[in-house]
């Protein structure tokens, strides 16, 4: 069974278009992670929910809009996309207050933006 | 802020021999965690180990196990009899204790020569 998963794995668009990322868990964790790795694979967090409720939210352009329907779901929303935003985004899931405190990853998705 | 480093972008082992993989963090703090990601060719991060800053114990899971020096702020990876499964980017992670960012370093692209 996939313990996060991510949808598209694959998503090539155009710049100036609006697309989402979906993420699921089923590990039953309560915070959900959106991070993003650069062409230079350097990776970084972009937002964090727990709960639903936004908790952490790094520098990021308010074109990137997470939304969290339920514990088990993170979406990435992003409008006008600019090239800069070609990237691999990885959702993560752990356990709030946990003793073992794991983030789990999910396979990533690979946008490229032209 | 806390700052991982990651100081050989590229390192290589023949196989079933052992390697070293070195990282250092940055933080103020005392409590903390720290984490060894593995990232192969298919682009999951998975984990590989990971370490609390409170024990002082070494964490060990099968062949890979670390040399966490608390004082040195040094936290690195060893890899016992190489496999070719074992080639990747290796990511160190820190997290403090009660915050749920992960901060990662640069990584370590690791090859695996038969």
């Known amino acids: 069974d996939t313990a996060v998963s991510q949808t598209p794995k694959y998503l090539v668009t155009q710049m100036g278009n609006d697309k989402s990322i979906k993420c699921e868990q089923n590990?039953?964790?309560?915070?959900m992670y959106w991070y993003k790795q650069d062409s230079k694979k350097f990776l970084k967090i972009m937002f964090s929910?727990?709960?639903?409720?936004?908790?952490i939210n790094e520098t990021v352009p308010n074109r990137f809009s997470p939304k969290s329907p339920d514990k088990a779901h993170l979406n990435l929303h992003i409008n006008s996309l600019e090239l800069g935003d070609s990237a691999v985004y990885f959702c993560?899931?752990?356990?709030?207050?946990?003793?073992?405190?794991?983030?789990?990853f999910g396979p990533g998705t690979r946008l490229t933006v032209l | 802020a806390q700052t991982v480093t990651q100081s050989q972008p590229e390192m290589s082992v023949q196989e079933a021999e052992t390697v070293t993989l070195s990282c250092t963090y940055d933080?103020?703090?005392?409590?903390?965690?720290l984490f060894w990601y593995k990232q192969p060719p298919s682009r999951q991060m998975i984990l590989v180990i990971r370490?609390?800053?409170?024990?002082?114990q070494n964490a060990t899971e099968n062949r890979f196990s670390v040399n966490f020096q608390k004082a040195a702020k040094s936290f690195s990876l060893k890899i016992s009899d190489s496999q070719l499964g074992d080639a990747a980017m290796y990511f160190c992670?820190?997290?403090?204790?009660?915050?749920?960012?992960?901060?990662f370093g640069t990584g370590t692209r690791l090859t695996i020569i038969p």
């Open positions: 993560a899931s752990s356990r709030w207050e946990s003793s073992t405190d794991t983030q789990y």
């Open positions: 929910y727990n709960n639903k409720e936004l908790i």
């Open positions: 370490q609390e800053a409170y024990k002082q």
């Open positions: 590990l039953g964790h309560d915070t």
């Open positions: 992670a820190y997290r403090d204790f009660g915050n749920e960012k992960l901060t």
């Open positions: 933080t103020s703090e005392s409590d903390y965690y």
